[in-house]
């Protein structure tokens, strides 16, 4: 995560200074915007199969078809029910958002970072659904059937979280994550 966010601020500056160059002219802001999103985008899909092969290599039980980028791509094509968006209907929408910001607003520094926290925030959750993600891939590959639902155990959980710590779910029916940012993990329940 800290390696896409810096690899973030570095592109949303070098485009921020692009834009510059012509005076924020309204038609290179759109073209500038547009590059700096695919860039965004294709950072954070190789990131994220990086991070979904780590985490399906040091999960215990794993099968022997860690997740490639067709997996990766059919999980980011799924409605997230925490964020409550398609990932690159998101993508298209930040990208739309950010150039009319920049080129309606007066301080455009302001606009570029307002894009990139916006873009920080759902990278930090997307690395944190793509590692249940291939958490339960892992185990389906490996036979597991059930889950057990865990907490961190410490006074940032939840009520909901809580009520969910040690249940055991059938691996097909995890209930989805309530809320940004949850720390709850799953562990296979051997039968």
């Known amino acids: 995560m800290e390696l896409l966010n810096r690899k973030a601020i570095k592109r949303f500056e070098a485009a921020q200074s692009e834009?510059?160059?012509?005076?924020?002219?309204?038609?290179?802001?759109?073209?500038?915007?547009?590059?700096?999103?695919?860039?965004?985008?294709?950072?954070?899909?190789?990131?994220f199969l990086d991070l979904a092969q780590a985490v399906y290599d040091e999960t215990d039980p794993h099968g022997d078809e860690e997740p490639d980028e067709t997996w990766l791509l059919a999980f980011l094509e799924e409605y997230n029910p925490v964020t409550r968006y398609v990932y690159q209907h998101e993508i298209d929408r930040k990208r739309d958002?950010?150039?009319?910001?920049?080129?309606?607003?007066?301080?455009?520094?302001?606009?570029?970072?307002?894009?990139?926290?916006?873009?920080?925030?759902?990278?930090?959750?997307?690395?944190?659904?793509?590692?249940?993600?291939?958490?339960?891939?892992?185990?389906?590959?490996?036979?597991?059937?059930?889950v057990m639902w865990n907490t961190q155990g410490d006074d940032s959980v939840c009520d909901e979280c809580k009520a969910r710590d040690g249940k055991i779910y059938p691996i097909d029916k995890v209930p989805p994550k309530v809320h940004f940012g949850d720390r709850c993990y799953f562990t296979a329940v051997m039968d």
């Open 97 to 146: 958002y950010t150039a009319e910001g920049v080129n309606s607003s007066k301080d455009k520094a302001k606009e570029f970072r307002r894009g990139l926290m916006y873009w920080s925030r759902m990278t930090e959750q997307y690395c944190l659904d793509v590692s249940d993600a291939a958490t339960l891939k892992a185990f389906k590959d490996a036979g597991v059937k059930r």
């Open 19 to 47: 834009a510059a160059l012509f005076d924020f002219d309204e038609l290179t802001v759109i073209k500038t915007v547009k590059t700096l999103y695919k860039r965004l985008a294709s950072d954070n899909r190789k990131m």
